[in-house]
């Protein structure tokens, strides 16, 4: 998808709680001497599909635009207040793009790269929609709330799904106005509305840091992949 033939946007959520690190802002986390954020600015700011970036964050907007100005990006970027929920967040996103095509991303998932956006903007021609995801290798139980084991679904059919999360405007935009319930991924509102979504391959590297393991986890993947 060439840049002169559609106008790409991109949200970086980073509007998260950070419930569990302590009370570290996850995306302002430091990992290899940089804050998380920041590589997934610099994956954004090197694709060129990409035509402008918003930022959405809820306790640090001055901090993210500090950070943006610090590394000299030349793309167009704001910065904007999210939330209770990631989907207001997203939502308040969309309200400041101007595009044809939407790349959503947590901006607590730092390992992302130019190749795995590209290739779901490629994957998303095909429905308007398209997540990275990759296939579960645990055996996963659906039970009850008393633990209780009601089914067993086959592996092969089960993925775990990742951003990006890429949708065509229009597409993303009637999902987020006709919703009416909370859900855990920008993918889900568009399923609702029973339009197709398209899984194309994600990475294993790409995680999202939740907690202080985490930032282990990811500097150990980030440094192999030096």
């Not at 991303?105 to 730092?110: I, L, T």
């Not at 009637?174 to 509102?189: F, G, H, P, W």
Request: net charge positive.
């Amino acid at each position: 998808m060439k840049n002169n033939q559609r106008k790409v946007g991109a949200i970086i959520v980073a509007a998260g709680e950070s419930q569990r690190m302590g009370g570290i802002d996850k995306v302002f986390a430091p990992l290899g001497g940089k804050p998380v954020l920041s590589y997934v600015l610099d994956a954004f700011e090197s694709c060129p599909a990409i035509s402008q970036i918003v930022v959405v964050s809820r306790k640090n907007l001055e901090r993210c635009r500090k950070l943006i100005v610090e590394k000299g990006l030349s793309k167009p970027i704001e910065v904007c207040a999210g939330g209770r929920r990631r989907q207001d967040s997203v939502a308040a996103g969309l309200k400041l793009l101007n595009c044809d095509w939407v790349v959503i991303h947590d901006g607590a998932r730092p390992l992302v790269t130019r190749d795995l956006i590209e290739r779901g903007l490629e994957a998303a021609k095909e429905t308007g929609a398209a997540v990275a995801a990759i296939p579960v290798t645990d055996t996963i139980k659906v039970a009850n709330d008393d633990g209780i084991v009601l089914q067993t679904p086959p592996r092969q059919n089960l993925w775990a799904v990742q951003t990006p999360q890429v949708f065509r405007y229009g597409l993303i935009a009637e999902a987020y106005k006709k919703a009416n319930s909370e859900v855990s991924d920008d993918a889900s509102l568009v399923e609702q509305l029973g339009y197709k979504v398209k899984l194309y391959m994600g990475a294993h590297d790409n995680i999202k840091i939740t907690t202080s393991h985490d930032l282990l986890i990811a500097e150990t993947w980030q440094k192999d992949g030096k």
